[in-house]
Each structure stands twice: as C-alpha cells, then as structure tokens.
C-alpha cells in the first residue's frame, strides 16, 4: 500500500513552478483542464513522487489563518542549510513566515512558512 499527497490549490500552474523552484521537482505527468490549469500534475524529486497538484474549485473553503489544523507538509532530510535556505525564501514569497530558518529542539536547520497559495511547510536540514 502507498499513500501520496496531494494540494488544491488556486493559480496551480504557478503553484506548480513555485515547487519546482523551491524544492528542485520536476514534473513527471500534467493533465490541464479547459482553462489551462492542472486537473493533476505530479511533481518529483530524485525520482521519487513528491507531491501532486491540482487546481481548487471556486466553490472549495481554505483556512488561509490556522491551516496546519488541516495538514502541514514535512520537507526534511533536504540535505543542506542552503537548500532549506532556498526553499524558505521561494516558499516565503507572498506568503507568511511562521518561523525563520534557524535551529529547533530536534534539528539543526530548518523553518515553517505558509506559502501564497495557503499550503504550510516545515522544511529542513
């Protein structure tokens, strides 16, 4: 059995280039919709799945405040300081730093944002 995530988010496409930068993914598979928005697009890093991405419906609810009542996202074993540097400062950009990238109880480098699209990230060494 296997298990994936996947985010709706509004404006996808950016989304999907946002990731991109952030994390080094590739996209692996990308159905669009009439309006040239991802109905599903697979994102990979290493040659593994990351993340998949679609479009939000205009009738879907976000909690843009308190979403980590829902679902965060844990980016770890990233590697370096500079690639958690990296990701914070894409993933930050238009978005609302929770923390800055610094040392925590339980690793040396990492930080928590929401990104403009409403999806919370912790991201790590």
């Known amino acids: 059995m296997l298990i994936s995530s996947q985010v709706y988010v509004r404006n996808s496409v950016e989304a999907v280039q946002t990731y991109c930068r952030?994390?080094?993914?590739?996209?692996r598979i990308e159905y669009m919709d009439e309006n040239d928005n991802y109905k599903h697009c697979e994102l990979m890093v290493?040659?593994?799945?990351?993340?998949?991405?679609?479009?939000?419906?205009?009738?879907?609810?976000?909690?843009?405040i308190y979403p980590w009542r829902t679902i965060a996202f844990n980016v770890y074993e990233m590697g370096t300081e500079e690639a958690v540097r990296n990701a914070f400062t894409v993933l930050s950009e238009g978005g609302t730093v929770i923390d800055e990238v610094g040392p925590c109880d339980w690793n040396?480098?990492?930080?928590n944002v929401i990104d403009k699209y409403g999806v919370f990230w912790w991201i790590a060494i």
């Open 46 to 64: 290493n040659g593994d799945l990351f993340i998949a991405v679609a479009e939000a419906p205009y009738n879907c609810e976000k909690e843009t």
């Open 22 to 27: 952030a994390f080094g993914a590739e996209i």
């Open 108 to 111: 040396a480098c990492c930080a």
